[in-house]
């Protein structure tokens, strides 16, 4: 049972526009998302994350929206770069439980072509 | 301030064996967790440790197991190998002490293949 998904296995965007990745989850027990990137042969590593009491989060060029009633949250990179090529996973935790438990989708492929 | 540090990073193993993989968190943090990576499933949770207790497990077999040493390093051991265990093993530390939600940072990987 996946409770944490990403449908879109690969994601191929121009440099200078906007990339955005989407993760849908199924339990309504999660108040707390992140989302991390992952380069080959690396770990991966926290980009971004946001809260339930939020419905946005911004840093630099990456921003989170969350939509609670949709069960749906996306990441939105403006403007991409060649760098941002990587495998980005959404994750979610929740509060009660163990906030060193995070679920984690698939993982969406973004490539940014110069 | 180093890094998460696992060793070995490339390990090959037959069916049967037994395996240990090693993970030095990042100094100060007390908690670590593990994740196996394959392909076809993304990052499933196996268990986490905090001082030296496990807090957390995930939905593995008894085959995978951990410990956590007084000085925070944590090893995860596999026994009776499977195809199925090849896998991408990654370790996360964080403080632990939070009672909210924390980063987890993660070291990068021992990559498994059972032949």
């Known amino acids: 049972d996946q409770q944490v998904k990403q449908n879109s296995p690969s994601l191929s965007v121009q440099e200078g526009r906007i990339s955005i990745l989407n993760c849908d989850y199924t339990?309504?027990?999660?108040?707390?998302f992140l989302w991390y990137k992952k380069y080959p042969a690396e770990g991966p590593t926290f980009l971004i994350s946001?809260?339930?009491?939020?419905d946005k989060n911004e840093d630099g060029r990456f921003t989170v929206f969350l939509n609670k009633s949709a069960k749906h949250l996306s990441l939105h990179i403006v403007p991409s770069q060649p760098g941002d090529s990587a495998v980005y996973f959404c994750?979610?935790?929740?509060?009660?439980?163990?906030?060193?438990?995070?679920?984690f989708g698939k993982g969406t492929l973004l490539t940014v072509n110069p | 301030k180093a890094g998460v540090t696992q060793t070995p990073r490339y390990l090959i193993k037959t069916r049967g064996q037994q395996v240990t993989l090693s993970c030095s968190p990042i100094?100060?943090?007390?908690?670590v967790s593990w994740y196996q990576q394959t392909p076809g499933q993304g990052l499933q949770f196996l268990f986490e440790?905090?001082?030296?207790?496990?807090?957390n497990k995930g939905n593995f077999p008894g085959r995978f197991s951990g410990r956590q040493f007084s000085n925070s390093r944590s090893e995860m051991n596999v026994s009776t190998l499977e195809l199925g265990d090849s896998a991408l093993y990654l370790c996360?530390?964080?403080?632990?002490?939070?009672?909210?939600?924390?980063?987890?940072?993660f070291g990068s990987g021992t990559q498994l293949s059972v032949l």
């Open positions: 996360a530390s964080s403080s632990g002490h939070s009672a909210t939600n924390e980063k987890l940072f």
């Open positions: 339990n309504s027990m999660f108040d707390y």
């Open positions: 946001i809260s339930s009491i939020k």
């Open positions: 994750a979610a935790s929740r509060s009660g439980g163990s906030n060193y438990k995070l679920t």
């Open positions: 100094s100060g943090h007390r908690s």
């Open positions: 440790y905090f001082s030296e207790t496990q807090r």
